[in-house]
């Protein structure tokens, strides 16, 4: 009993080092994929040396059709900016990409397959929508769009660094 209470306290105690260092590790993966593309290096050209993570078919069709919805979801936003409608763009972050979105994707099914990293990959950017949708409420409140867009970026970070990191078999 007390070898498992100091084996939690130290959990607590390490998981936001090891978060905060496999989050560095990820945007340092993206950082070079940026300096990559900027330097016209020919990707396709490049092995493929992400970590294949195996899903059971269903549940990889299931979040396959997630991501996509991911992609919409920025398409979405990204119009709402445009319209300068900052209310409906930060909705539409929390409702399908923000933290409120988490049982609509059936998250903790498909946390039960990733790896750590990737877990915390997917948090980071649902934890960066929900950030995003409050940025885009104070854009509609202040008519400074500067911070939400800073912050929307922040999101797709996440989503490429996760991409160049793993890819689902």
Same mark, same amino acid.
């Given at each position: ?50 970590? $294949? ?12 059709? *997630?991501?996509?919805?991911?992609? %919409? ?15 409906? $763009? ?10 409120? *979105? ?8 498909? $946390? ?36 939400? %867009? ?20």
């Amino acid at each position: 009993m007390k070898f498992r209470l100091l084996t939690a306290i130290a959990i607590v105690l390490t998981a936001p080092g090891a978060l905060a260092q496999t989050h560095e590790s990820m945007m340092q993966m993206m950082h070079h994929h940026q300096q990559d593309v900027a330097a016209g290096t020919p990707e396709a050209l490049a092995p493929d040396t992400r970590r $294949a993570v195996h899903f059971p078919r269903a549940l990889r069709e299931h979040t396959l059709a *997630s991501m996509r919805d991911h992609l %919409l979801t920025l398409q979405k936003i990204q119009e709402a900016l445009a319209k300068q409608d900052y209310d409906l $763009a930060g909705n539409v972050a929390e409702q399908r990409l923000g933290m409120s *979105s988490m049982a609509l994707h059936d998250a903790d099914e498909v $946390a039960k397959y990733m790896p750590r990293g990737m877990q915390q990959a997917g948090m980071a950017m649902h934890r960066s929508a929900s950030r995003f949708a409050l940025a885009a409420g104070n854009a509609s409140a202040t008519g400074d769009v500067k911070p939400a %867009l800073e912050a929307l970026s922040k999101v797709t970070a996440n989503c490429v660094a996760c991409h160049a990191a793993y890819r689902l078999k």
